[in-house]
């Protein structure tokens, strides 16, 4: 009967271990965490609406070889729609050129 029983337990065993189910012996895994690389916006908030939706372009003033940069917004119904241009002598990250509109505008109190 002791053989029965342990042919019974062998079989069982290797039925689990080939669909996989079988316990493993060891320590359990360390959790790998994962870095989150956070980036700069492309859209802004639009301090006239409030809404998400200024876009910043940028262009090379062949002339002046000063950058021109293109601030709108992306709604037909807000004032700022039309865009206002910014000059620079030099390259400016969109995130910059976005804070300095928002200080002249709110400067300009409109």
Do not use: W
């Not at 939706?53 to 070889?65: G, K, L, P, V």
């Not at 002598?89 to 109190?109: C, P, S």
């Amino acid at each position: 009967m002791k053989g029965v029983l342990l042919v019974r337990e062998t079989l069982f065993y290797l039925l689990q271990l080939a669909s996989g189910r079988a316990r493993q012996m060891g320590r359990r895994r360390k959790k790998t965490l994962r870095v989150i690389h956070r980036t700069l916006p492309k859209v802004f908030a639009c301090p006239r609406c409030g809404l998400i939706s200024i876009r910043i372009t940028s262009e090379q003033d062949e002339a002046s070889q000063d950058t021109v940069f293109r601030v709108t917004c992306g709604n037909p119904n807000c004032p700022l729609h039309a865009g206002r241009e910014m000059r620079y002598a030099t390259r400016r990250a969109d995130i910059d050129v976005y804070n300095t509109f928002v200080d002249d505008y709110a400067k300009a109190g409109a």
